[in-house]
């Protein structure tokens, strides 16, 4: 399936830093999502995004959807040492009433404490 | 609530040997899906059941992978024979209605194959 180009692939930073990774797509999406994945788990929902332009916050996480829709950032602000993990984005379409999915290769985030 | 529940959390196998991979999911839940995950694609939906019913296979390899969903808290996925190059981990999830922001993963099935 179509694959989304995230980016970067892995960060280092210090604790305290602000973090910024984003998602392109040659295609439009509906919603765009982004997901956490720690060490032996599955991936988790962090935030759902549904209309072009929108900007939500979740505690430090912030995240837009594209004007274009073809695009979102996911910015952490603050960072601490639990915010390690492996960050997914996802881009969903509409497909006959279901929703077909394709995500990100993902950013591993590493923090120095 | 337990979460949806993978098992078992790790396989070894030798190549051509049959896996079967098992989940439950989280009660209520209607949708179900399988993916797969590489350090070289990524993370990869497989085949998407609702209602019991599959929806999506479109994702499934190649015919050596089946999978099964008998009745709304089980599912099966079955590799006959198995390859090396199916060595990944494998996540169950589910959901109300296809829904993904009401979508939660089990813990993975970290298969290897020899």
């Known amino acids: 399936g179509q694959q989304l180009n995230q980016s970067p692939q892995s960060m280092f930073i210090q604790e305290g830093e602000d973090v910024s990774m984003n998602c392109t797509s040659s295609?439009?999406?509906?919603?765009w999502l982004w997901y956490k994945q720690d060490p032996g788990e599955g991936p988790v929902l962090l935030i759902a995004?549904?209309?072009?332009?929108e900007l939500t916050s979740n505690g430090r996480l912030t995240a837009q959807f594209g004007i274009t829709r073809k695009d979102s950032f996911l910015n952490i602000s603050a960072s601490i040492p639990s915010d390690v993990g492996i960050y997914f984005c996802?881009?969903?379409?509409?497909?006959?009433?279901?929703?077909?999915?394709?995500f990100g290769i993902g950013t591993k985030l590493q923090v120095i404490p | 609530d337990a979460g949806v529940i993978q098992s078992p959390r790790h396989e070894v196998t030798e190549m051509g040997q049959e896996v079967t991979l098992r989940c439950k999911p989280i009660s209520g839940h209607n949708s179900l899906f399988w993916y797969r995950q590489t350090m070289m694609r990524g993370l990869e939906l497989l085949i998407y059941f609702n209602n019991n019913v599959p929806i999506d296979d479109s994702g499934m390899p190649e015919d050596r992978f089946s999978a099964k969903m008998p009745n709304a808290s089980f599912s099966t996925l079955k590799i006959q024979p198995s390859e090396p190059r199916d060595s990944a981990v494998y996540f169950c999830a589910s959901s109300f209605e296809g829904a993904l922001d009401t979508q939660y993963f089990g813990p993975g099935t970290r298969l290897t194959v020899l």
């Open positions: 995004l549904y209309k072009a332009g």
């Open positions: 996802a881009g969903q379409l509409n497909s006959g009433g279901y929703q077909k999915v394709t």
């Open positions: 295609s439009i999406f509906n919603t």
